[in-house]
């Protein structure tokens, strides 16, 4: 697969393998509480892992999309110091368990996501909510817009597609807030698939219809999920452009304090991830790209999907780990 936003290659590349292990090991604790129904228990031991392995690496990163504010997360707080010390300045965009109430209810597309970039190259997100569009490779630069209606976006999609309507999905979250998205989009004639919760998964699938089903992800998630998925996608392809939903004074104040200078800017892919940026996402329970992690008598297996996007290498590590007390159920 072509990737158009090839660049400088500033991150020393052995990182692009050790942020396999720290997305692998999130997913491994996770996946011990899938379907026990305590969301807040599986994220807590998602966080302790990737924080644990991520302190273990030989560089000078800096949180800049993480658990929240240093006032509310306790770890991996926007603003934390991670790593040795040592090595690379390098910021960082992590959700160790991406989709916490589906891994939660044991269903499918949980992911350990994280991206690690030049310092200063990603988007620093408030937590409040974007509105999002995104395609995967493959099509003419500027063929969707968010400023669009619905319904032209789709049209033009399946032009550019070569494909009449019917024959286009799209992923929209499942929530009360897109009722009229959700009726525009089936008035053009789409189909759609409704998730649950995971947005950086569904925008990551836009990237392989044919495996996933999905053509374009639309709808308003999470901020900091929107950056996650921009650094996905930067590195994969495609097209994705997001703004921030900044609609009370507070919210207004909080985002100008981290930088934002125009409340209704609309972010390219290119402003939330831009430079050299690598991405690693481990599957938690079973999804349409990734596997979940499975339990085995002898092994454990992971499933890593790792990209980096000065090169374009988009990799898929399937790994076998012998059972140990870094992988045991109990919390650090
Ligand atoms: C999305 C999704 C996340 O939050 O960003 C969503 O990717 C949006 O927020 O997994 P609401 O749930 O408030 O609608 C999550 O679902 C995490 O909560």
Redesign the pocket.
Known sequence: MGNENSGEQVLDRVLTLEIVRVTERAAIAAARLSGRGDEHAADQVAVDAMREELNALSIKGIVVIGEGERDEAPMLYIGEEVGKGTGQEVDIALDPL????ICAKDMPNSLAVIAMAEKGSLLNAPDV?MDKIAIGPGYPAGIVDIDAAPADNIKALAKAKGVPVSEITACI?D?PRHAAIIAAVREAGAAIRLIG????AGVIHTTDPVETGIDIYMGV??AP?GVLAAAALRCIGGQMQGRLILDTDEKRARAARMGVEDPNRIYHMEDMASGDVLFSATGVTDGNMLMGVKFERDYIRTDTLVMRSSTGTVRRVSAKHSHSEKFSSKTS
């Open positions: 991406e989709g916490t109430t909510y979250l929530r919760d995971g947005d950086v998630g999470g999920e």
